[in-house]
């Protein structure tokens, strides 16, 4: 099991990571390798509130008087396939909650690497400057040969064409 955050608000991850046997990566998964910015939350209806942050920056419907943005600073970036060269590892499995930035992440994964299920936040492209839609992600992973197999309020099933899954219900 494989995490990756990149926010300075959870620098103490692998300490918590190591105790239920996760590698855990302090850094961004970017379309990208070196740095790249991100974009912390700061506040929200006046509670802390360091959960949202994102590579991409935030837009139109979080830039209102219920959140507080903090400044941006630079993180280490790799791309997907990169990471998984360099640690010899072709994913089965990928969880991604990247607010907004799940395109990004995805817009270069070489084919040998595709893992058979991939579940993705899909309700936040709108939240941030990505410059793609739903429909846009939805079909850059069917170029990659996913179909889409679950869509709920907020996250999307794909499955690799081909792959027999059990039906997902809610």
Sequence with gaps: ???????????????????????YY?????????????????????????WSGSVCSPSDPLL?????????YKVKSITLNSFCRENNLKPD???????????KIFSNLELDLRPTAIWAE???????????????????LKDLGYIESYRGQYDSLYVLDGNNLTTYEQ
């Design 64 to 72: 209102n008087d219920r959140w507080k943005w903090g400044a941006s």
């Design 122 to 140: 899909t309700s936040k492209f709108s939240c941030y400057n990505t410059g793609v839609t739903i429909d846009d992600f939805n079909g850059l």
């Design 1 to 23: 099991l494989y995490a990756f955050e990149c926010s300075n608000d959870w620098i103490h991850n692998p300490e918590k990571a190591n105790q239920y046997k996760i590698n």
């Design 26 to 50: 302090h850094m961004a998964i970017s379309d990208s390798d070196g740095e790249v910015e991100f974009y912390p939350s700061a506040v929200l209806d006046g509670q802390t509130w360091p």
């Design 93 to 103: 499995f990928i969880h991604i909650d990247a607010q907004g930035a799940e395109y």
